[in-house]
Nanobody
Framework: VQLQASGGGLVQPGGSLRLSCVAS????????AGWFRQAPGKEREFVAA????????RYSDSVKGRFTISRDNAKNTLYLQMNSLIPEDTAVYYC??????????????????WGNGTQVTVSS
């Protein structure tokens, strides 16, 4: 299984970025997918997740209303649209996958597959 994340970069506060994660080696449409992030000196934290099937979504309180997670099963691709970015969003962002939904979607240890990280820096 491979998850390849891209789309990070440097953006000013209030700006937007869209992250992408291309999956291979798994049946993407039957898999749950998510985004986590890790800032320097901090633990990896949950950002957003999307369920297989009905594409139900979950967000952390810190990004709710600003970030949108989505998926394109035909392209085996996961997205994270990030709007109204603030400096506290600065982190390395990781995409994650697992074979089916878990109610503990917010816990990194419950995800089976991890992509490379992509750096997001919010600064003026």
């Amino acid at each position: 299984v491979q998850l390849q994340a891209s789309g990070g970069g440097l953006v000013q506060p209030g700006g937007s970025l869209r992250l992408s994660c291309v999956a291979s080696g798994l049946t993407f449409r039957s898999s749950s997918a998510g985004w986590f992030r890790q800032a320097p000196g901090k633990e990896r934290e949950f950002v957003a997740a999307i369920r297989e099937g009905n594409s139900a979504t979950r967000y952390s309180d810190s990004v709710k209303g600003r970030f949108t997670i989505s998926r394109d099963n035909a392209k085996n691709t996961l997205y994270l649209q990030m709007n109204s970015l603030i400096p506290e969003d600065t982190a390395v962002y990781y995409c994650a996958g697992r074979n089916y939904w878990t109610v503990q979607y917010y816990a990194s240890q419950h995800w089976s597959y991890w992509g490379n990280g992509t750096q997001v820096t919010v600064s003026s």
